[in-house]
């Protein structure tokens, strides 16, 4: 038995990092799953080889017709739909001083706009359904400040209200909506082409953990939260970051 037997799940940004990973793990516990993501060719790839349990299409989650699209998309091909995980998501970094009206709102489109526009297009094939769990990943940058990084924070910490308006407006449906809440994570994100060791060190030293996640420790978080074994969890925060919103470690003291 899999923990998604029969559902249906919708997952952005899965053509890499923590969305492949989600993706990985929700057809191997029995869902059919639908990818999409701007990065096409990696997206293919991705499907292709779950098999005929994955289906790849592109979405930009800031525009709305391809929300329709791709909803459309996942009931003609699989009957219905039953999960979504707002996974898709951007990250400037600069002071706020810096910060250009530009870069601040391509942050807004794809980490905020973005979700709105999932959770809106959603609705109806859920509750046709009879009912589902929208999982949206915010961020420890979502329970905090970060300097550097105010376009990102404000996404984050708008993920997380939205979360909670969805839930309340979407309980009568038997529609949970719960976020998600990752420290560092490895990922191309922050490992990517512009990372630093610097960065990567400084990630470390915030975590108790002194590590990083792996991709599929956040994964195997949002599959409890996209199956029924979360049945009576909705409107709530959902954390995973090795400690490191947990408080302040005092140094050198023995
Ligand atoms: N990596 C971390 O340390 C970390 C920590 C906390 C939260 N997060 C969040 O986790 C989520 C997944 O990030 P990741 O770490 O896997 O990073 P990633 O960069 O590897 O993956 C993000 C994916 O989103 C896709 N994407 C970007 N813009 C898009 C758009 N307009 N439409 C559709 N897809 C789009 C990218 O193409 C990519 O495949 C993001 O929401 C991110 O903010 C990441």
Redesign the pocket.
């Known amino acids: 038995m899999g923990r998604l037997d029969g559902k249906v799940a919708l997952i ?10 989600e993706a990985r793990l929700f057809v191997s516990e029995g869902a059919r799953v639908v990818l ?4 096409d060719e ?2 293919e790839k991705v499907a292709v080889g779950l098999g005929d349990a994955a289906l790849y299409q592109h ?5 709305e017709q ?1 929300w329709q699209s791709i909803v459309a998309a996942a009931t003609g091909r699989f009957g219905r739909l039953d999960v979504l995980v ?6 400037h970094t600069e002071s706020l001083e810096q910060t250009r009206v530009e870069d601040f709102m391509r942050v807004v ?3 905020q706009l ?1 979700v709105f526009l999932g959770m809106k297009t959603v609705i109806p094939a859920l509750r046709a359904a009879g009912g589902g769990s929208i999982v949206n ?6 329970l905090e400040g970060i300097s550097h990084m105010v376009s ?1 924070v404000s ?2 910490w708008a ?1 997380r209200g939205m979360t909670k308006t969805a839930a309340l407006e979407l309980a009568p449906d038997g529609i949970r909506v719960n976020s ?13 082409d512009e990372a630093t060791a610097s960065g990567t060190e400084q ?1 470390m030293s915030g975590t108790p953990m002194r590590r ?2 792996e ?1 599929g420790e ?1 994964a195997s978080l949002v599959l409890f939260l996209a199956s029924d074994e979360s049945s009576y969890s909705t409107g709530s925060e959902f954390v995973a ?1 090795g400690g490191m919103t947990a408080g302040h470690v005092l140094q050198g003291v023995e």
């Open positions: 952005t940004g899965a053509a890499r990092g923590q969305g492949e990973a999409g993501d701007v990065l990696a997206g979405l930009d989650v800031t525009r391809d707002n996974n898709a998501g951007i990250l489109h794809v980490n973005g990943v915010s961020s420890n940058a979502g990102y996404t984050k993920v998600v809440h990752p420290g560092g994570v490895a990922t191309p994100m922050i490992l990517g990630i990083m996640a991709p956040i970051d």
